[in-house]
Nanobody, 128 residues
Framework: QVQLVESGGGLVQAGDSLRLSCTASTGSFSTYAVGWFRQAPGKTREFVAGISWDGAATTYAESVKGRFTISRENAKNTAWLQMNSLKREDTAIYSC?????????????????????WGQGTQVTISS
């Protein structure tokens, strides 16, 4: 099973940008669709963005459409989440997840239960 590691979180001001990375340290990254989720304090984990195994298809939560972009490069075993025009309500722990295509399909997926592997998460904090 793939092991995923997130990086790129931090503290920024509202309106700024951040780019999160999700890198597979083991496993075959190209056999997984990838998703980004986030969990704010006191709230349940929510879907942010998803991308198919080959990068051909993407899907986004309404709250981030037009501001966030998910992408991937299988040769680098990495997926990214480019976050622009950040708002205070984007503050959360962001986690990437992998959905095995041989089990789930090509993706992208928006449901938590479609994902088989999860990273530890990276904190994103937006100040006003």
């Amino acid at each position: 099973q793939v092991q995923l590691v997130e990086s790129g979180g931090g503290l920024v001001q509202a309106g700024d940008s951040l780019r999160l990375s999700c890198t597979a340290s083991t496993g075959s990254f190209s056999t997984y669709a990838v998703g980004w989720f986030r969990q704010a304090p006191g709230k349940t984990r929510e879907f942010v963005a998803g991308i198919s195994w080959d990068g051909a298809a993407t899907t986004y939560a309404e709250s981030v459409k037009g501001r966030f972009t998910i992408s991937r490069e299988n040769a680098k075993n990495t997926a990214w989440l480019q976050m622009n025009s950040l708002k205070r309500e984007d503050t959360a722990i962001y986690s990437c997840a992998g959905a095995l295509t041989t089990k789930r399909g090509m993706g992208p997926f928006a449901a938590i239960y479609d994902y088989d592997a999860w990273g530890q998460g990276t904190q994103v904090t937006i100040s006003s």
